[in-house]
């Protein structure tokens, strides 16, 4: 009704769902170290399934950044892609980024007889073990130090599944409170064949090979190659009033070390048979009380 509500010169906004392209309100924070920090969002409708935001900013004491979101969903995969970037932080002398990406979905091969593959993304890099310290708004929460960057391809048809995974870790490291990095998985190839309720039996069959490196400073442990393999044959027997489940079960283990370990072996292997019996009884019947069924 021509009443001033609010001190800017002109904003507007949708009266439905629908997005729109615009300056977003400014965000404004102080700390003891960085200074005065403000940032000025823009968003950019792409398109109904794309978006981004990009996101300049000023640490007063620090220098100019900038920081940006790409977000998508398709109708078989899904991601999204931020990134943050201050090219010369005169606290740190340095230049700062960073940058996570996630990606879910799966790819098309075009082959009959494969058909599609899965994929799978977690990617995390930071500039330097201060990171996590210096930019917790920017995307890490304030006690992440450890940062997964991990890729899989999966593959499944019938009865038989296959993935291939690469996880290796980025570690921020504190002089006062040092961490032991996990062990990296360069690669790991996990498969399962098995059938449910093939002529009353259950039965399955998976194993696992994994290539572990680590940091041998921090791990004080060799580096090693592990084969695992596990076995079941189940005959379930369900009726109404209760069920009985017979199970046998092989787990086999083999690691390779690189190094000798403590007792000079460079090899352990095991192999475990085991037998269960699980079931149970169901008392059922039809009660009434206080007007009510039971």
């Known amino acids: 009704k021509g009443v001033p509500i609010l001190p800017v010169p002109t904003l507007t906004f949708p009266l439905s769902e629908r997005r729109k392209s615009g300056w977003l309100p400014p965000t404004l924070g102080i700390d003891n170290k960085s200074g005065l920090d403000l940032a000025v ?35 078989n995969y899904k991601g999204q892609l931020n990134a943050h970037v201050m090219p010369n932080d005169r606290l740190r002398q340095r230049d700062r980024w960073a940058l996570f990406a996630r990606h879910n979905g799966s790819l098309d091969t075009g082959i ?28 890490l929460s304030l006690t992440t130090r450890l940062l997964a960057n991990d890729g899989s391809l999966s593959w499944s048809r019938g009865d038989f599944g296959f993935t291939a995974r690469a996880l290796k870790w980025q570690t921020l490291q504190d002089v006062n409170a040092p961490i032991v990095p996990p062990y990296d998985r360069l690669p790991q190839l996990t ?53 009985i489940t017979p199970k046998a079960q092989l787990h086999a283990t083999s690691y390779q070390f690189d190094t000798p370990i403590a007792n000079g072996a460079r090899s352990a292997n095991r192999a475990l048979p085991t037998f269960s019996l699980d079931s149970g009884l169901v008392f059922e019947r039809d009660a009434h009380f206080f007007n009510r069924n039971f």
């Open 112 to 139: 009959d007889a494969i058909g599609g593959i899965g994929l799978n993304l977690n990617l995390n890099r930071v500039s330097d073990n201060d990171y996590w310290r210096d930019f917790s708004r920017k995307g």
């Open 41 to 75: 969002p823009y968003y950019w409708n792409i398109a109904p399934q794309r978006d981004a935001t990009f996101t300049p900013g000023l640490m007063l004491r620090r220098g100019v950044d900038a920081s940006g979101e790409f977000r998508y969903l398709e109708s």
């Open 191 to 243: 498969g399962r064949w098995g059938k449910l309720n093939d002529r009353g039996f259950d039965y399955s069959v998976d194993a696992d090979f994994t290539r572990f490196r680590g940091d041998r400073f921090w791990t004080q442990q060799p580096d090693a190659d592990r084969a695992l393999m596990h076995a079941q044959l189940a005959h379930p027997s369900v009726r109404p009033w209760g069920f």
